[in-house]
T-cell receptor, first 109, second 113 residues
Framework: GQQVMQIPQYQHVQEGEDFTTYCNSSTTLSNIQWYKQRPGGHPVFLIQLVKSGEVKKQKRLTFQFGEAKKNSSLHITATQTTDVGTYFCAGGATNKLIFGTGTLLAVQP | DAGVIQSPRHEVTEMGQEVTLRCKPISGHDYLFWYRQTMMRGLELLIYFNNNVPIDDSGMPEDRFSAKMPNASFSTLKIQPSEPRDSAVYFC???????????FGQGTRLTVV
């Protein structure tokens, strides 16, 4: 079946360092969404990308959708302790949204 | 709108007991999803409804799990009988479209002992 994998599973950084998580789908996606889940919380929508090669920015966060619409990345510049949590990508596929495996980000002050 | 509302927030039950989780979606959202989250398996889609009709239940683990949506403002996920391996956080989410922004509830943390 359709799968969406994310790497790395876990990343520990020092505050101020950059962070990137990658998302790969086994099939072409109609769109890609990114969510953030704080420890003990629920996933919260961050952004949606629809177009091939699309790049969007939200302050220190940069989101990219691959040309083939099968992969995506989230890059955080100069991480802060408030960035701690699990980042999920979610790929829009035929009649459903498939969540990736998630990347847990730990930020040491 | 108060967002997606789930109850209870925490549930501890003994193996073999029936468990019912409840969800109130955001008004006007046509889609409702039930997810299960565990460390081992991540976030799994169990079932989703469109306009109260179950569309895809391929993620429901087995016959012990059932879900209903009797009206646009209420859904339940029932486990009968419950087993320790059902322990997880169960999220309900709603959205306007099948692959548009999903709004998650706070989740129900289920522990089966």
């Amino acid at each position: 079946g359709q799968q969406v994998m994310q790497i790395p599973q876990y990343q520990h950084v020092q505050e101020g360092e950059d962070f990137t998580t990658y998302c790969n789908s086994s099939t072409t996606l109609s769109n890609i969404q990114w969510y953030k889940q704080r420890p003990g919380g629920h996933p919260v929508f961050l952004i949606q990308l629809v177009k091939s090669g699309e790049v969007k920015k939200q302050k220190r966060l940069t989101f990219q959708f691959g040309e083939a619409k099968k992969n995506s990345s989230l890059h955080i510049t100069a991480t802060q302790t408030t960035d701690v949590g699990t980042y999920f990508c979610a790929g829009g596929a035929t009649n459903k949204l498939i969540f990736g495996t998630g990347t847990l980000l730990a930020v040491q002050p | 709108d108060a967002g997606v509302i789930q109850s209870p927030r925490h549930e501890v039950t003994e193996m073999g007991q029936e468990v019912t989780l409840r969800c109130k979606p955001i008004s006007g959202h046509d889609y409702l999803f039930w997810y299960r989250q565990t460390m081992m398996r991540g976030l799994e889609l169990l079932i989703y409804f469109n306009n109260n009709v179950p569309i895809d239940d391929s993620g429901m683990p087995e016959d012990r799990f059932s879900a209903k949506m009797p009206n646009a403002s209420f859904s339940t996920l029932k486990i009968q009988p419950s087993e320790p391996r059902d322990s997880a956080v169960y999220f309900c989410a709603s959205s306007l479209g099948v692959s548009t922004e999903a709004f998650f509830g706070q989740g129900t943390r289920l522990t089966v002992v």
